[in-house]
């Protein structure tokens, strides 16, 4: 299935190719998001705010939003009709 989802900012994400949508709060996550800077791998959609959410895709790539990751998932779920795991 494919299907793409809006992460802010009229920027859209292919939502088939995220792997994960994570808090940037973390020490792990934080040094994540830096090595994927130092190498190219990370893709800034916050247009200058505060980053919420950090999306891991499948190919590596770290994408950084300004909206939460629930509102990402929420966005998804009403235009897929797919729900996603919650634990």
Known sequence: ???????GFGNIVNATRI????????APVKR???????????ID????RRTRAVLVMD????LLSALLP?????????HSGVGIAEN
């Open 19 to 26: 792997v994960a949508m994570i808090s940037p709060d973390s």
């Open 59 to 62: 190919d590596g790539h770290i």
């Open 45 to 48: 959609a916050t247009q200058g």
């Open 70 to 78: 629930e509102t990402i998932s929420s966005r998804w779920e009403s």
């Open 1 to 7: 299935m494919t299907g793409f989802v809006n992460i």
């Open 32 to 42: 994540l998001v830096q090595s994927a800077k130092d190498t190219g791998m990370a």
